[in-house]
């Protein structure tokens, strides 16, 4: 799994992803949170999990993913009737898994991230008969 020549924003980028699946996980295992919906909670925190492992794993479209996803929930913050009630739906633990995945969005678009998972593709595709 440990690639020696994964640069350390990849690495960075899906430990903040994992941290934020943690995040979620125990805020709704403590109770610290009330959540609406306990399904959705699952699935952000296996969501988050693996698209950090893919992440970590060299695979580019994670990045891809992470963004589409986080683009849908901005889009549900903004279409609330103000944002003020957009942001308000948000628990604590959701705003904190939020900040992290858009840091872990950044971290794994800084060029030596694109480079490598360019690089991971191309011996991935390099790889296939």
Not at 67 to 75: I, Q, R
Request: glycine share 8%; charged share 10%; hydrophobic share 60%.
């Amino acid at each position: 799994m440990h690639d020696p020549t994964r640069p350390r924003a990849v690495a960075v980028g899906a430990g903040l992803l994992l941290l934020a699946a943690a995040v979620l996980a125990l805020g709704w295992a403590t109770g610290f949170d009330a959540v609406d919906s306990n399904g959705a909670r699952v699935f952000f925190v296996v969501l988050w999990a693996y698209l950090g492992y893919t992440a970590l794993s060299g695979q580019g479209w994670a990045r891809h993913a992470i963004l589409a996803v986080f683009v849908a929930k901005l889009w549900g913050v903004f279409n609330a009737p103000s944002l003020a009630a957009g942001v308000a739906t948000l628990t604590g633990t959701e705003a904190t898994a939020e900040v992290l995945v858009l840091a872990a969005l950044v971290v794994l678009w800084l060029p030596s991230a694109r480079r490598w998972f360019a690089e991971s593709a191309l011996r991935m595709h390099a790889e296939v008969p």
